[in-house]
């Protein structure tokens, strides 16, 4: 079983649709957990990030931590042709040493039609 | 004003070739890092080097090589080629080695092809 799952779609939304992406995982340590966002032959963006557990809002974008069911979900409102791109979660705990090693999803690949 | 730039952006090759790729942060970060992304879109990490010491050295065969000659360059190579080494490689950068405090920046990939 991998440390972090997540359903790699593709996911396919009406334009102004509300999306919902999802990761779960298996490592209780982790702490600190981002969503990036990668567009087609480019590499991957920082679109959010959050500590522990809770939700945290930028603009139509909430991430959402639920460490209790270790799950993770990114939210989009009103969704645009231009968020069409892959999303992958990411997490990391403290290891000892200092030195955190940063674990990726598979990416769930979205796209939003006009 | 590119931050994270790799070279060459495509690189196809036969088996049993050795082939370098190069990367370049202007970001003034201390930590940079090796990335492969497999057919699967599933990105893991390789190496970390921190003010040019290496810090995360991943169950990666000893055919790939690290090495940093300064703070801002990282460059990977990697010899004898095999057709699973076929994928994209991202070079990444953060101001720290304890990235929950600063974001990675990433390049824009080297896709490899061994044929």
């Known amino acids: 079983q991998k440390e972090v799952e997540q359903d790699p779609g593709p996911l396919s939304v009406p334009e102004g649709a509300i999306v919902s992406l999802n990761c779960t995982y298996s490592?209780?340590?982790?702490?600190?957990f981002m969503w990036y966002r990668q567009y087609s032959r480019k590499g991957p963006e920082l679109l959010m990030y959050t500590y522990s557990s809770g939700n945290k809002e930028d603009g139509r974008f909430t991430a959402q931590v639920d460490k209790s069911s270790k799950y993770i979900s990114l939210f989009i409102r009103d969704s645009q042709p231009s968020d069409s791109a892959t999303y992958l979660c990411a997490m990391t705990a403290s290891f000892s040493g200092g030195y955190n090693k940063l674990i990726f999803g598979a990416g769930t690949r979205l796209a939003v039609h006009p | 004003d590119t931050a994270v730039s790799q070279t060459p952006k495509y690189l196809v090759t036969q088996m049993g070739n050795d082939k370098s790729i190069k990367c370049e942060q202007n970001?003034?970060?201390?930590?940079m890092y090796w990335y492969k992304q497999d057919s699967k879109k599933f990105l893991k990490i390789m190496f970390s080097y921190n003010n040019k010491e290496l810090i995360i050295n991943e169950t990666v065969p000893n055919r790939f090589s690290p090495k940093s000659p300064d703070k801002a360059h990282l460059n990977l190579h990697i010899n004898s080629l095999e057709l699973g080494d076929s994928a994209v490689y991202f070079c990444a950068s953060s101001q720290e080695k304890l990235f929950y405090n600063s974001p990675l920046h990433f390049g824009n990939g080297t896709r490899l092809t061994v044929t």
């Open positions: 490592n209780s340590a982790f702490q600190y």
């Open positions: 970001l003034g970060h201390d930590t």
